[in-house]
C-alpha cells in the first residue's frame, strides 16, 4: 500500500514543485519590468534578491522556442548558472553557450561555475566525476578544468575571464569578483567548507563577456 501511494504521489508531488516555480519565475519576471534583466538558470528555488529563477521545464538552455517566449535577443543584462554545465554533454553545452550568447546584450555576463577537474583532492574528484558519488553526479555528462571549459564559451564568441580555478600544477586560482555579476554558492568565498582559507570544496568559475561591438 505504501509503495503505490508513493507512486501515486510522486507525480503530484513534482508537478506541484514544477508549477511553484514557474509561478515564482512570472512573478519575478514581472517586479523585473524596466529594470536589469539578471538571470539564475537552473536555480532549483534558490535565488539572490534582483534575480529571477528559471528552471529547465520551461526555459531550457537547449530550447530556443522557451527563451523566445519571455525574452528578445541582445535584452539580458546578466545570467548566472552554478553546476548546470556538467550536466550537459560537450555538445549541449556548446548549444547552451549559443543561447546564452543570443539573449545577452552587449557587454553581458554568463557567470558559470561546475565542478573543477584539476581538484588535486582525489575524494572530490570521486565526488563530482561522471558516475560519482556525490549528490546528482549520476546524471554528470563532463568533468571539465579550466582549459576545456573555456573553450566552450570562447567557440560560442565570448571572451573569458577566469574566477577560481585550479591550475595543471593543482595551484589554487582566483581573483576578486563582484556579486553584481552573480552570486556562486560553491566558492572559496562562500562555501562554508572552505573556512579558513581550505579549499575542500571549490568551483571553476568563469565570467563569459559578450563583446559590446
Known amino acids: 500500500m505504501t509503495d503505490l501511494l508513493r507512486k501515486i504521489l510522486r507525480p503530484l508531488y513534482y ?117 560519482g558519488i556525490g549528490a546528482g553526479a549520476h546524471d554528470h555528462k563532463v568533468l571539465y578544468n579550466h582549459k576545456t571549459f573555456s573553450e566552450i564559451f570562447l567557440h560560442a564568441g565570448f571572451n573569458v575571464e577566469l574566477l577560481e580555478y585550479f591550475d595543471e600544477d593543482k595551484k589554487f586560482q582566483a581573483k576578486d569578483w563582484s556579486n553584481e555579476h552573480g552570486y556562486i554558492h560553491r566558492s572559496i568565498r562562500y562555501d562554508q567548507r572552505n573556512a579558513g582559507g581550505k579549499t575542500n570544496y571549490t568551483s571553476l568559475i568563469i565570467d563569459a563577456i559578450k563583446p559590446s561591438n
Open 15 to 131: 508537478l506541484y514543485i514544477e508549477t511553484t516555480r514557474f509561478l515564482l519565475f512570472k512573478r519575478e519576471l514581472k517586479k523585473s519590468k524596466d529594470k536589469k534583466l539578471k538571470i539564475v538558470v537552473g536555480s532549483s528555488g534558490i535565488f539572490e534578491k534582483g534575480w529571477i529563477p528559471t528552471e529547465y521545464h520551461f526555459l531550457n538552455l537547449l530550447k530556443d522556442e522557451h527563451w523566445l517566449k519571455y525574452f528578445k535577443p541582445d535584452s539580458i543584462d546578466t545570467i548566472v548558472a552554478e553546476h548546470v554545465w556538467e550536466h550537459l554533454s560537450k555538445s549541449d553545452g556548446m548549444i547552451a553557450a549559443t543561447t546564452c550568447f543570443k539573449y545577452l546584450k552587449g557587454g553581458g555576463r554568463l557567470r558559470v561555475a561546475v565542478p573543477d577537474g584539476f581538484h588535486p583532492d582525489p575524494q572530490y574528484i570521486e565526488y563530482v566525476r561522471p558516475g
